[in-house]
């Protein structure tokens, strides 16, 4: 059995001014780096052996504060960034709704949004196959993944077999899987998550 954390990346200036970023690639901001330095302690004692990461900027350079802080090399993985959300990029919800607003409503019945970009399901499918060779690789131990938003709502999706409403995940939140045989089962979350649910 391989322990997982995952944490969504550390703040951005678009995620501050709640911007869709998806492939888009801006840097941590300073608000974001200081939250990957308290991660970084938060995570001291936990045990952790390997450092993964999305090889967009924002989840690349939370995970190598993190590494720096406990010894740990990072090891990067494309499989693990978030959904492209084609022409959704750089835009605000209101900008969204202007501009898009029968994709806006598509998203909101559940279902992609956007018309260009990724499927949400192509991503959930590109990011589980991440998790299970990482958990195949470092069976027995746990590792940290820094990822997004996106696709720590497909792991969620995998493990209970759908989402009611939205998981929501904030900058340097956690949540902890278990992967043994393929299976995913959700143990804790910094964000009160869903606890002991296990994947069909």
């Known amino acids: 059995m391989a322990t997982l954390f995952l944490v969504r990346h550390g703040q951005t200036d678009w995620n501050a001014q709640r911007r869709w970023q998806g492939h888009a690639d801006p840097p941590l901001n300073e608000a ?4 990957a330095r308290a991660l970084a302690k938060r995570l001291a004692g936990t045990g952790l052996k390997r450092v993964y990461a999305s090889d967009l900027a924002r989840a690349r350079e ?3 504060i993190v ?3 406990l010894g740990l090399p990072v090891e990067i993985d494309a499989r693990l960034r978030e959904v492209d959300v084609g022409e959704w990029s750089g835009l605000t919800m209101a900008e969204i709704e202007e ?3 029968e994709g806006l409503e598509r998203r909101r019945a559940g279902g992609t949004g956007w018309a260009q970009g990724e499927q949400f399901e192509a991503m959930g499918e590109r990011v589980l196959e991440a998790l299970r060779d990482i958990a195949a690789r470092d069976s027995g131990e746990s590792a940290l993944v820094v990822t997004h938003g996106g696709p720590i709502r497909a792991v969620a999706t995998a493990v209970r077999g759908h989402v009611d409403g939205w998981v929501h995940a904030g900058n340097c939140d956690w949540d902890v899987i278990a992967i043994e045989a393929g299976r995913m089962r959700w ?3 910094t964000r009160g998550g869903l606890h002991e649910q ?3």
């Open 99 to 101: 501009r898009f607003p």
């Open 62 to 64: 939370t995970a190598e």
């Open 198 to 200: 296990v994947q069909g």
């Open 67 to 69: 590494g720096a802080a």
């Open 32 to 35: 974001g780096r200081a939250e």
């Open 187 to 189: 143990l804790d979350s």
